[in-house]
């Protein structure tokens, strides 16, 4: 039971972390603004789920105080990364006051 359930948390976050790499690529040839927006909204989404299964894993003892801080740390500067980058485009876009 406790090898599967750490199975399961780990295929969601692989699932979730390689999510945010692929929309941001496709991205890059988005048809148009509103559709780069949306790409780069489902990566952050999937930035934020892949935020959660790291602190599931680590607060089940799956992962290392310090595997945890070192991924986490990048995962949150991904997210900050992300935001900004929604947010310019929704300005470009008039969709933000």
Do not use: P
């Amino acid at each position: 039971m406790e090898k599967n359930r750490e199975f399961i948390l780990s295929k969601q976050l692989m699932r979730s972390g390689t999510s945010i790499g692929a929309n941001v690529k496709e991205a890059e040839h988005a048809q148009s603004k509103a559709d780069f927006l949306s790409k780069m909204n489902i990566a952050l989404k999937e930035a934020n789920e892949t935020s959660y299964w790291l602190k599931l894993l680590k607060d089940t003892d799956y992962l290392s105080e310090g595997n945890f801080k070192k991924l986490n740390d990048s995962c949150e500067e991904l997210i900050s990364i992300l935001v900004k980058i929604v947010v310019t485009t929704k300005k470009s876009l008039g969709r933000l006051a």
